[in-house]
């Protein structure tokens, strides 16, 4: 039985938005952090970090518009990144930054962890270029989680 392209779309549209939601988690919870630290250096990063997600949401929206569907505005709210978030949460309650530190390193852990895979991707419905865009979007989230633990690795050392 061969897939249509409507259902090839909406398997695509549906990996996406999965991505969507994972940058609305990011955004969410790195506004929420700007909002509670008074560290400059950690309000720049998590601005940073908060950019990237709202880019990376930009392009994914975009591509789901072009297959004919609609991004998500929804989180993922649940499981790992929503835990993670309320551990930020309680971390900046307490302005202690490796806690803030560890509970960002398990948020993009997490964000690693859902764009791996989509990009595992078992229909093989996702073109060669919307892989190659994750794969971009994935990399830069490598960075981002490397720049969280760079830092809390320096924190641990003080």
């Not at 929206?61 to 004919?68: A, P, Y």
């Not at 309650?93 to 764009?115: H, P």
């Amino acid at each position: 039985m061969e897939t249509t392209i409507k259902e090839k779309n909406e398997k695509i549209i549906a990996r996406l938005n999965e991505l969507v939601e994972i940058n609305n988690d990011r955004m969410q919870g790195y506004e929420r952090a700007i909002s509670e630290t008074e560290d400059a250096d950690l309000i720049g990063l998590f601005t940073n970090m908060a950019a990237h997600s709202r880019a990376f949401k930009g392009d994914l929206s975009r591509e789901i518009s072009t297959l004919g569907g609609e991004a998500t505005e929804g989180t993922k709210n649940s499981g790992k990144l929503f835990r993670a978030w309320m551990d930020i949460k309680a971390a900046l309650t307490g302005k202690d930054r490796k806690l803030i530190l560890n509970s960002c390193e398990f948020g993009e852990d997490a964000a690693l962890e859902t764009y791996e895979k989509v990009l595992e991707d078992e229909d093989r419905v996702l073109t060669e270029s919307q892989r190659k865009m994750i794969q971009t979007q994935k990399n830069e989230l490598q960075q981002d989680h490397d720049r969280i633990k760079t830092i809390r690795d320096i924190q641990k050392n003080l």
